[in-house]
Each structure stands twice: as structure tokens, then as C-alpha cells.
């Protein structure tokens, strides 16, 4: 789906929450350019009726605040949503009665209970405004019927989150890296004025989906002296050269630079509207988001595995002449991370959603391109990152299926 496609179908608004619009099978994403407030990656509201909506809603604010990079704001937005999950979960086994049985206050109440405690963990500068968040929301729940009936929900889902902080914990995000950058010819190139290389021990981080970082590592991108690269080289100079407007507005639209939710985020926002708009209920809504920011999550993993095994340069390093108007990221070239990660959430959705599968694949193909129009990436960047991205999205789609077998009371899918 084009960008101007979305324009025509719903105007961005840039100032506050933004909008992100669907209708029947079509579906578009928030509008997000370069040096729009963070709050504008806060879409839908935080009103919403989905308690798992509405605190996913409150990660991408805090996300995009506290300036989290990609890889980790995919990890925030995995164990969140895996602790929400986790939540109804525990409350389901605790009390033998299924989440859709359950009088909804109760369902909420152990969400939210598990957002609080895991978005602490994860921004601990800010615990005291989510307890607060907590606090009132579930004075809100109990103003509506028996209170007592709250305080084990809430207890559970604490205890949920608590247990998905246990796993993090271990998880190897925070391991340590020793200084060792690659030099020669193709190889990226290091510089003050970018900074060291963002996150190179990422691809040992545990995932939740794959084996491992490696399990899909595509093959070695053309060799820098060949003429397949020489080509791709040329192909970002001459869209450098002659950037249209629609390219430009194309690649702003999905920049998702630091300083905003990030492209998982931005596909997090996606997933939220198509929540509300299909009527998910919480259980429902809690399942697809764990799946979705599982891949996410891989998806990064997988990624940064192939940046750190090649190592390539940047087309703008090759190439001088090529403008980036988005920004350099500090980072090597080969795979694109917005293209991975595009591919393995359109893949997961499509699957949930499947009326809006066509449109969510035109849209990850679009963010892939978005960065070939930048002068970022590479064509085959792209391609590749999808290719990965999809295998990704592939293994959450199986497990998707896997989930709803065993209990075909919380199927995904409206």
C-alpha cells in the first residue's frame, strides 16, 4: 500500500495522539515523520476498554521519551506483553474458570496489575507514575463492583510479570562488549560523529521463537568488488540524486528514528488499532501481542546477527555523494532492521487479521523500500531483511496455531 493511499484514507494528525485508521479490509499505519513529539506514537488512546491496548499504548510513550533503541524497545515490548498474557494466565488456572467466563473487571485488573509491575522493572525512573496509573485504574474497576474480588488478580498479575522479570534477567541483554571492529575494504566504517556500533552482542540474546540468532542467517551479501554490488550501489545514488517528494514523504513516514516508539513500536501501534477494530477481547488481544513482540523481539535478534557476521558497509560510507535525510544509523548495513522486523510482524498479523493481510504485507514491503529511499539500505538489504523477517513471522504464525489448538477458547484470530 502506497503512503498516499494512507493519506487519502486518513489524515495524520500530528499533534497529540495519532490517529491510525481502518475500514473493512483496508488498514493504515500512524504517521510519524522525523521531529513529530513523542506523544504521537501514542496511538489509540489510552482510554481504551483493553487494558492490554492501553498499557502497550504507555510503553511506546516511554519508549519513545526515554530515546530506547530498536532492539531493546523490541525486548520492553516482548515481556510485557508476554507478562500480560502470563496474567490471565495464572488467573485462569487460580480460580479453573476461563478468561471469557470471568467477569471482565477481574481480566483487567490482573493486566493492568502486570503492566505496572513489568513497565517498573523496565523504567524503574518512572515506577512511581505507573503504581499510580495501577492505582487508579483499578479504583476504577472496583468502583463498579465488589473490590475484594480485585486484590487476587492483582496479585497474580505481579506475580506474572515477576516471573517474566526472572527471565530477563538471564536473558543476555546486558552483556558487555569488547571493542573489535572489522577494517578493509567494505566493511563499515567506524566514526566519532556516529558513534560505536549499537548493541553487537544482541545476536546472543536468548530469543523466544528461534533456536538461536543464527537459526535463519541469510547468506553473505554481494562481494564489495563485484559488479551485483556495484549495482545496488548505483541504484541508492541515483534515487539519492533524484528523490522525489513521495519518496521522501515515504521514507519520513517510516524513519522511526530514536526519540520516537521505533519501528517495533510502530507496528506495535498498527497492532493495537487492529485489536480494537476487530474487537478482540482481552485474552485474545494479550495472545497476539505476546506473539507479535515475540517475533518482534527475534526478528532484532536475527538481524543484528547477520549486521555482526558481515559487517558491511553503509552506502553513504561507499559513497559520499549519498544524501540520508533520515539520519546514518550506527550500525552495519546488511540486513535492513526495519525491513525484518516489517516482514515478521505482517506476517504474524496477516495471519491474526487475515482480511488485512494484503494490505499489511504492502505495507512491510513499503517500509523495506522506505530505506532504499533514504539511502540507508541497499535493495538487497531489503530483501533480504524480509526474507528473514517472514521466517521469523513464520515460526509465531505456527506457534499462534499451536496455542489455539490447545485452547480454542482464546483463539487469536476475529
Known amino acids: 500500500m502506497s503512503l ?33 513529539a513523542a506523544t504521537a506514537d501514542r496511538a489509540p488512546s489510552v482510554d481504551s476498554q483493553l487494558a492490554s491496548v492501553r498499557w502497550n499504548a504507555v510503553a511506546r510513550d516511554a519508549v519513545a521519551s526515554d530515546r530506547i533503541d530498536p532492539p531493546m524497545a523490541s525486548r520492553y515490548y516482548a515481556l ?31 493486566v493492568i496489575s502486570a503492566s505496572a509491575e513489568i513497565l517498573a522493572f523496565e523504567f524503574p525512573a518512572r515506577a512511581s507514575s505507573f503504581r499510580s496509573m495501577e492505582q487508579n485504574e483499578i ?33 543476555g541483554a ?126 532484532g535478534i536475527g538481524c543484528w546477527d547477520a549486521k555482526y557476521t558481515y559487517w558491511l558497509i553503509r552506502p553513504s560510507q561507499a559513497d559520499p555523494a549519498i544524501t540520508t535525510p533520515v539520519g546514518l544509523p550506527n550500525f552495519p548495513s546488511y540486513v535492513s532492521g526495519h525491513a525484518t522486523f516489517s516482514g515478521a510482524a505482517a506476517t504474524l498479523l496477516g495471519e491474526v487479521f487475515p482480511a488485512a493481510r494484503r494490505d499489511l504485507q504492502g505495507m512491510a514491503e513499503e ?19 524480509l526474507k528473514l523477517g517472514r521466517k521469523i513471522g513464520a515460526l509465531a504464525v505456527a506457534e499462534l496455531h499451536r496455542r489455539d489448538q490447545l485452547d480454542p477458547g482464546g483463539a487469536t484470530r476475529p
Open 4 to 36: 498516499a493511499r494512507y493519506l487519502r484514507l486518513v489524515p495524520a494528525i500530528l499533534a497529540g495522539a495519532t490517529a491510525i485508521a481502518c475500514s473493512g479490509d483496508s488498514i493504515t499505519a500512524p504517521m510519524a515523520p522525523t521531529g513529530v
Open 80 to 110: 510485557l506483553s508476554v507478562a500480560q498474557q502470563s496474567a490471565i494466565e495464572a488467573v485462569e488456572r487460580a480460580t479453573r474458570t476461563p478468561a471469557g467466563s470471568q467477569r471482565p473487571a477481574v481480566i483487567r485488573t490482573a
Open 139 to 171: 479504583a476504577a474497576l472496583s468502583s463498579r463492583g465488589d473490590a475484594s474480588e480485585l486484590s487476587v488478580p492483582r496479585q497474580l498479575g505481579a506475580d506474572a510479570a515477576r516471573a517474566v522479570m526472572l527471565r530477563a534477567a538471564t536473558d
Open 174 to 299: 546486558d552483556a558487555v562488549w569488547t571493542p573489535d571492529i572489522p577494517s578493509g575494504p567494505g566493511k563499515w566504517i567506524y566514526s566519532s560523529a556516529i558513534g560505536y556500533p549499537l548493541r553487537p552482542t544482541w545476536a546472543a540474546v536468548r530469543p523466544w521463537l528461534m533456536a538461536s540468532g543464527s537459526q535463519f542467517r541469510p547468506a553473505p551479501p554481494p562481494a564489495f568488488t563485484s559488479d551485483a554490488y556495484r549495482t545496488a550501489l548505483a541504484e541508492v545514488r541515483r534515487i539519492s540524486d533524484t528523490r522525489t517528494a513521495d519518496q521522501l514523504r515515504i521514507t519520513l513516514f517510516w524513519a522511526d528514528n530514536v526519540g520516537t516508539a521505533t519501528p517495533p513500536g510502530h507496528w506495535n501501534a498498527i497492532a493495537s488499532d487492529l485489536a480494537e477494530r476487530y474487537h478482540l477481547d482481552e485474552k485474545r488481544s494479550t495472545r497476539m501481542f505476546a506473539l507479535l513482540n515475540m517475533a518482534l523481539m527475534d526478528a
Open 367 to 385: 517500509a523495506a523500500m522506505s530505506r532504499l529511499y533514504g539511502g540507508i539500505h541497499y535493495r538487497f538489504d531489503n530483501d533480504e531483511g
